[in-house]
């Protein structure tokens, strides 16, 4: 079970990482404590009511996070970054070295830290891609056991509004016969709970982690199964890719390698027996998304 009784301070808790990391770890048994901005938000109630201790701040408040890494064993860092639209690359940058340091200060005994897969020998040239390389680059260099896990493509972006479910068609990154990893956001948790498990086996590691394998055939042949009607796959079409230069930068990553994912899922699905595959997210804890993304809750049809 636990090395320590001491909790583990978990940040974005209230968020999809951050709050798969808090569900896996009570799970496994150990105190949480929970960093979040807002105490009276229906999440960080959830939370309370889960018997997480709630500390208030925010990633600016070095002092706020000083205290609340009083007496902690390890701590879960991830940041938001520059897609969600309210912290810039260099903000993220700051944020994640400050979790880092301040670890270091508190003697914290495990850090783990939550990047991308996308990291590599070399830059991608994507600001929030490469602010996650360079606080890899940090902790790496800093006196203190930590792991790093590089999450694949969530399962949950795929369900999102705009790619097309609505209309019959799904359209992505792959190429109908190219190979993607997908994560599913339940196995971060899973993972991370068997990482602070093990400090000697995983500290000084860094960890890619996936879910499952997909070609973007597959990703149509699951969604036609869910749906009960047909959806056709694409890659974004050329002039949408034209148009778009964040999509083109990612298309140009798969195409690259540094988006397709390397994880080892035998490896993985020893540390995590549950490991999803996107066919069995999508018939669980996609379900719910993906009829609001076909736009008719009465569309479902997948019989798992
Ligand atoms: N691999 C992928 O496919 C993929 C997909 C999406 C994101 N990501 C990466 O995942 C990271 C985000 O994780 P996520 O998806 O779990 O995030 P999320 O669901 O958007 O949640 C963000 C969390 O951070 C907290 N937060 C935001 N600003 C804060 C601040 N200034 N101080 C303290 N807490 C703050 C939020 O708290 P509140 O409840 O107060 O807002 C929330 O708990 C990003 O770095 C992103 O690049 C990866």
Redesign the pocket.
């Known amino acids: 079970m636990t090395a320590s009784r001491k909790p583990v301070l978990v ?8 709050g798969s990391v808090v569900t896996a770890l009570l799970t496994a048994g150990w105190p949480i404590r929970a ?4 105490l009276t ?1 229906p ?1 960080s109630q959830a939370l309370r009511d889960a018997g997480v201790d709630l500390v208030q701040g ?3 408040d070095t002092d706020m996070i000083r205290a609340a890494m009083e007496g902690v064993h390890g701590v879960f860092s ?4 520059s897609p ?1 639209g ?1 912290v810039s690359d260099e903000d ?1 940058l700051r944020f994640g070295v400050a979790v880092a340091d301040l670890s270091v200060e508190s003697g914290i005994k495990h850090l783990v830290y939550s990047s ?1 897969n996308a990291v590599g020998d070399t830059l991608t040239g994507m600001g ?1 891609l490469d602010s996650k390389a360079r606080i890899e680059a940090h902790i790496n260099a800093l006196p203190i056991t930590a792991t790093i896990v590089r ?4 399962m949950e ?1 795929l369900v999102m509004p705009g790619f097309g479910l609505n209309e019959a068609r799904f359209n992505f990154f792959a190429k109908p016969n190219q190979s993607i990893q997908l994560l599913a956001v339940e196995d971060i948790g899973k993972f991370v709970a068997a990482i602070f498990a093990q400090p000697a086996r995983f500290g000084g590691k860094t960890l890619e982690i996936a879910s499952d394998t997909v070609t973007g055939a597959h990703l149509g042949a699951v969604f036609t199964e869910a749906a009960g009607r047909p959806i056709t796959y694409a890659r974004f079409p050329d002039e949408v890719l034209a148009t778009n230069p964040f999509l083109r930068k990612l298309t140009d990553l798969l195409d690259e390698g540094r988006l397709a994912g390397n994880a080892d899922l035998d490896a993985l699905r020893k540390l995590n027996p549950e490991l999803r595959s996107f066919r069995s997210w999508i018939a669980a804890s996609g379900r719910e998304a993906f009829r609001a993304a076909l736009g008719t809750a009465d569309a479902w049809a997948y019989k798992a």
């Open positions: 940040f974005g808790a209230t968020g999809r990482q951050g960093f979040v901005r807002d938000s999440k925010t990633f600016d991830v940041q938001p970054s969600g309210v993220e991308t929030h999450p694949a493509s969530f972006l």
